[in-house]
């Protein structure tokens, strides 16, 4: 095999799959999903609307999204066994593993399983538990109860509650929701890949979930937006915080929050909103210190290596000063990733082609043993 025209490292700007879903267009700085700009969908629109445009190709009416809202609630609540299962996990689990086990686990309680008809129903229940099994494995694990969903509260609303234990304000509510619908997809990252890879052998959205999780959690993929907010909290100031980058620097190491697969030099149009999201906190909250450190690190980081911030650089700051714990960030980005992976599973299995590349052998060769 020719390795010139065949191998690129990492499948760097190699194209994987066919997809209707979404589309990263660097050049117009645009996140195309389904025809629509995400950043504007996440301007105006609700999470829960996008749920429905992923699986369904289009935007829900007043009523659509009023059922939607009501099978996600029923759909909720865990059962006993699951729950007595979670507690069982070490306490010293990490949340995103109590996570990939509580996925993994929901397999045996899915008496359709594997059944392709089932699977928008499927991927529904998927999409009301796994907020409730992020924050309740979090609650365990730190031998507290599990917060039962509040079914007045709206889906983000409600998933911010069970986070922090505290009723969010409208403004909380919805800048929760636009982090979820900004972390709800994004064309084909290393987790959707992997779910893809492991749905074309025909295996069950479970398993392909599962797989996703321990793909999202590396600090090069979703774990980032945990280690930028212990980043910021080393930093401590202005700063401290530049010192710390200048030290990470000259020790060539990758600074978590910066750079990207595809938009390298430029900065992630996610991140620019998340911006403008812990500016408007930041106010509210009397913080305007920590959007001073960041602002800092992003202008040291363009200075010294023309790296911008990615998505996970400016959430981590946003779920500081919604009251989140640290450990809960790489969990709700899977969280609202979940919908983003399920569509690319179900398109998958609709035109489906086993994934199965060569390699370009570096091995020897002629030996006997
Ligand atoms: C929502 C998300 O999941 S976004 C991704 C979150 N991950 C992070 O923030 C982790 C930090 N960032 C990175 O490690 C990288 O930018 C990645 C993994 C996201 C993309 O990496 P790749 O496309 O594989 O590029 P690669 O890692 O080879 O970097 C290219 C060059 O830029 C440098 N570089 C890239 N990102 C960074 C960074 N964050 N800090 C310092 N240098 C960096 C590399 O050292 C390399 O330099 P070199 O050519 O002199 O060796
Ligand atoms: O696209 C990627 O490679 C990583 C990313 O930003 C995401 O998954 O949101």
Request: aromatic content about 0%.
């Given at each position: 095999m020719d390795k010139t025209t065949t191998f690129q490292p990492g499948l760097n700007g190699v194209i994987a799959a066919e997809t209707k879903l979404s589309y990263l267009d660097v050049e117009a700085e645009e996140i195309v999903i389904r025809g629509y700009d995400l950043i504007e969908l996440a301007e105006k629109r609700q999470y829960i609307d996008l749920i429905q445009l992923l699986l369904k190709g289009r935007l829900p009416d007043g009523a659509e999204q009023q059922e939607l809202e009501e099978t996600l609630k029923l759909e909720a609540p865990l059962s006993d066994s699951l729950v007595q299962l979670l507690a069982k996990l070490p306490k010293d689990t990490h949340p995103m593993d109590a996570l990939r086990t509580g996925i993994s686990a929901l397999a045996g309680y899915d008496k359709n399983l594997g059944e392709r008809k089932n699977l928008e129903q499927t991927i529904l229940r998927l999409l009301a538990k796994i907020p409730v099994i992020t924050a309740g494995s979090y609650h365990l694990l730190q031998e507290k109860s599990i917060l039962e969903p509040d079914p007045d509260l709206s889906y983000s609303a409600n998933f911010l509650y069970m986070l922090t234990g505290r009723v969010p304000d409208e403004q909380e509510a919805s800048i929760f929701d636009q982090s979820l619908m900004v972390y709800s997809e994004h064309e084909m990252p290393n987790s959707t890949f992997t779910a893809r890879v492991i749905a074309?052998?025909?295996?069950d959205l479970y398993g392909a979930l599962t797989g996703a999780v321990a793909s999202l959690k590396g600090n090069l993929h979703g774990g980032a937006n945990e280690a930028v907010m212990h980043m910021l909290l080393e930093g401590r100031s202005v700063e401290g915080f530049r010192q710390l980058l200048l030290e990470k620097l000259a020790r060539k190491e990758k600074v978590m929050g910066f750079g990207h697969r595809v938009y390298m030099r430029k900065m992630d149009p996610r991140a620019s909103l998340m911006k403008e999201a812990l500016r408007k906190l930041a106010a509210v909250k009397n913080r305007e210190d920590l959007l001073e450190c960041c602002e800092a690190g992003e202008e040291l980081m363009k200075e010294e290596k023309g790296l911008y911030p990615n998505l996970d650089y400016y959430a981590a700051p946003v779920y500081y000063l919604l009251g989140?714990?640290?450990?809960?960030y790489t969990p709700i980005f899977f969280s609202a990733r979940t919908l983003g992976i399920c569509a690319h599973v179900a398109e998958q299995y609709t035109d489906n082609k086993l994934f199965r590349p060569r390699v370009h052998y570096t091995g020897p060769r002629g030996l006997h043993p």
């Open positions: 074309s052998t025909n295996s989140i714990p640290i450990d809960l």
